[in-house]
C-alpha cells in the first residue's frame, strides 16, 4: 500500500512539473475558455481542399458539411480548383455574403475567402513561386477591424525519384525561405 502511494506520489509530482514546464516554454498550447463566446470573439477555418485529387467531388459534400458544422467566421480555403469547387461555392456561399477568389497555375487553382464580416482588402504577398502563397486579409464587422494573415506553405512534394530525404530537405528549405519572407512582409507592414 505504501509503495502505491509513494507512485502516485511521484507520478503527480512528475505531471505537475511537465505542465510548469509547459506552461514556461509554452510547448503546447492550453486554452481555458468558459462561458458564451464573446462579442470580438471570431472563430477562423483554414482548408486545404487540395480539390485537384481523385474523385473529389465526392468528397465536396462532405467537406462542405464540415465546415458548415463548425460555422467559422472566417474561412481561408486553399488549392481550390474554379471547376472542381461549385459544390462548396454553391453550399457556401448560402451562409457567407462575402467572398474573394485569388486563382493562380492558369486561373484555375487559387485560394478562397469566405466571411461572415466584410472583407475590406485581399492582397496577396509576393513568394517567388507560383505554388505556395501568403494573403494579408482585412475584415471589419461595425467598429472592430482584424488583419489575418493566410498563408499555404511549400509542401515536401514527395519526389521519390529524387529520394524521400532530398524532397524532405527541399521543402524545409523552400518553408524556411517562406516563412523568412512571410516576417519580413509583418515588419514592412506593422
Not at 93 to 99: D, F, Q
Not at 111 to 136: C, G, H, N, T
Request: aromatic share 12%; net charge neutral.
Amino acid at each position: 500500500m505504501i509503495r502505491v502511494r509513494k507512485r502516485i506520489v511521484v507520478i503527480t509530482i512528475i505531471l505537475l512539473l511537465l505542465i510548469g514546464v509547459n506552461i514556461y516554454l509554452k510547448l503546447i498550447p492550453i486554452h481555458f475558455t468558459f462561458g458564451n463566446k464573446d462579442v470580438s470573439d471570431i472563430c477562423l477555418l483554414t482548408y486545404n481542399v487540395h480539390s485537384e485529387s481523385e474523385d473529389f467531388e465526392r468528397y465536396a459534400s462532405d467537406i462542405a458539411n464540415g465546415i458548415l458544422a463548425k460555422s467559422p467566421d472566417f474561412i481561408f480555403l486553399t488549392e481550390y480548383d474554379r471547376l472542381a469547387n461549385d459544390t462548396i461555392r454553391n453550399r457556401l456561399s448560402k451562409h457567407y455574403s462575402y467572398i474573394v477568389e485569388r486563382f493562380r497555375k492558369g486561373a484555375y487553382e487559387g485560394d478562397s475567402f469566405y466571411s461572415k464580416w466584410e472583407i475590406d482588402s485581399v492582397m496577396k504577398l509576393a513568394f517567388p513561386w507560383y505554388y505556395s502563397s501568403a494573403y494579408r486579409v482585412q475584415i471589419h464587422k461595425a467598429t472592430d477591424t482584424l488583419v489575418i494573415y493566410c498563408c499555404h506553405l511549400s509542401s515536401n512534394n514527395m519526389k521519390l525519384k529524387e529520394g524521400i530525404w532530398a524532397s524532405l530537405q527541399e521543402g524545409r528549405e523552400l518553408r524556411s525561405i517562406e516563412a523568412d519572407m512571410l516576417a519580413m512582409a509583418l515588419l514592412e507592414i506593422a
